[in-house]
């Protein structure tokens, strides 16, 4: 079990960044593959970068590639997502999620979910 809680969420300009954190519980934090996604109004939740469980594996989607970067820190039991030269459609509710087994950017396969991270980048 591995409950997620994100922070770092907020209101930027364009041009700005940001850094989300997503906090776990639970010892087995660093037995998984961490991601994150996010979700504007009306519209579906979307990948957008994943991370293996010791770091050495990344992917990303080609809308925040070289944009976002994602991170982890095994002994804070913590992923971050370091969102740099954001835009006005990069706003939604980011959400960062856990599974086990491989790297995957389908979302229904990731078993945990945090609550969310409000984002929201003014023009």
């Known amino acids: 079990q591995v409950q997620l809680v994100e922070s770092g969420g907020g209101l930027v300009q364009a041009g700005g960044s940001l850094r989300l954190s997503c906090a776990a519980s639970g010892r087995t934090f660093s037995s998984y593959n961490m991601g994150w996604f996010r979700q504007a109004p009306g519209k579906e939740r979307v990948f957008l970068a994943a991370i293996g469980w010791s770091g050495g594996s990344t992917d990303y989607a080609d809308s925040v590639k070289g944009r976002f970067t994602i991170s982890r820190d095994n002994a804070k039991n913590t992923v971050y997502l370091q969102m740099n030269s954001l835009k006005p459609e990069d706003t939604a509710v980011y959400y960062c999620?856990?599974?086990?087994?491989?790297?995957?950017?389908?979302?229904?396969?990731?078993?945990?979910w945090g609550q969310g991270t409000q984002v929201t980048v003014s023009s």
């Open positions: 999620a856990a599974r086990a087994g491989y790297l995957l950017r389908d979302s229904a396969w990731y078993n945990y």
